[in-house]
């Protein structure tokens, strides 16, 4: 089930970035994926 979660979550942050044209940092900042994640999910972006 987490994996699904961290999919999901990838998912929107790439969408976020493509469409509105944002950096990695600012479309975790826009759905609030906590900072200590942060870097995990700019690993695998």
């Not at 994996?3 to 479309?27: C, F, H, P, V, Y």
Request: glycine share 6%; hydrophobic share 45%; charged share 30%.
């Amino acid at each position: 089930m987490e994996k699904g979660a961290d999919s999901a979550m990838l998912s929107a942050i790439r969408n976020l970035m493509e469409t509105m044209k944002w950096t990695a940092e600012q479309a975790m900042e826009a759905i609030k994926v906590p900072v200590d994640d942060r870097g995990r999910y700019a690993g695998r972006l």
